[in-house]
């Protein structure tokens, strides 16, 4: 059964400070990994998406990287801001019976501090 | 082009009630997959439809159920709500079953009194 988790819970960093967040998972029969971000009460709003044949993926001051073999994803945000703030949820994609779903961490809350 | 809507934001209903969430896909998305999120935890997968059928089931009991409509929009069913039913109820839609990114809607938000 696939398990998804992160690390650390929650992190409160001052502003200007770069940060990782840190996902894994147990199973590496993966099709990609998702990271969003969810701000508190609203939806999630994807911020990469690495295929399973992908190292990393960049977006502005995110940087993504996936290693299938040791079941690992960091997201990296360089210069973190006060905007920055939100809950961050890695999802793995996989397929089973044909059906392709997300499983999702628990999350980790971000705030940065002014 | 619209983007994955849910209806309504948000909801208060009483235990034993019944209540019906709705989605309408992206445009040109055939698939909706629902998901619940508790307070503080991740997303989990209840179901997925595709050609108005559900074709995979997380670990939710009979009280979920769903309908997918020809025009591919789509209805979450709860029956004999539980408190521990509140939650974010998120849709998500994509082209196709297999291995395409889903696309995910606001959210409807629950609260079971």
């Known amino acids: 059964k696939q398990e998804v988790t992160q690390i650390p819970a929650a992190l409160s960093v001052p502003e200007g400070e770069n940060l990782v967040l840190n996902c894994s998972f147990t199973?590496?029969?993966?099709?990609?990994l998702q990271w969003f971000r969810q701000d508190p009460g609203k939806g999630l709003t994807s911020l990469l998406l690495?295929?399973?044949?992908?190292r990393e993926q960049t977006s502005g001051r995110l940087n993504a990287s996936l290693d299938k073999s040791s079941g690992r994803s960091t997201l990296y945000i360089a210069a973190s801001q006060p905007g920055d703030s939100a809950t961050y949820l890695c999802?793995?994609?996989?397929?089973?019976?044909?059906?392709?779903?997300?499983?999702f961490g628990t999350g980790t809350r971000l705030k940065v501090l002014a | 082009d619209a983007g994955v809507t849910q209806s309504p934001t948000h909801l208060i209903k009483t235990r034993g009630q019944q209540v019906t969430l709705r989605c309408s896909p992206k445009?040109?998305?055939?698939?909706v997959s629902w998901y619940q999120q508790a307070l503080g935890q991740g997303p989990q997968f209840i179901f997925q439809y595709y050609e108005e059928e559900e074709r995979q089931r997380g670990n939710f009991p009979d009280r979920f159920s769903g309908h997918q409509f020809p025009n591919y929009s789509s209805e979450l069913n709860v029956n004999a709500l539980l408190l521990g039913d509140s939650a974010l109820y998120l849709c998500?839609?994509?082209?196709?079953?297999?291995?395409?990114?889903?696309?995910f809607g606001a959210g409807t938000r629950l609260s079971v009194l």
């Open positions: 199973d590496s029969a993966i099709y990609n």
């Open positions: 690495i295929q399973s044949s992908q």
């Open positions: 999802a793995v994609g996989l397929s089973t019976s044909g059906t392709y779903k997300y499983i």
């Open positions: 445009s040109g998305h055939d698939t």
């Open positions: 998500a839609s994509s082209l196709g079953r297999a291995k395409n990114i889903q696309y």
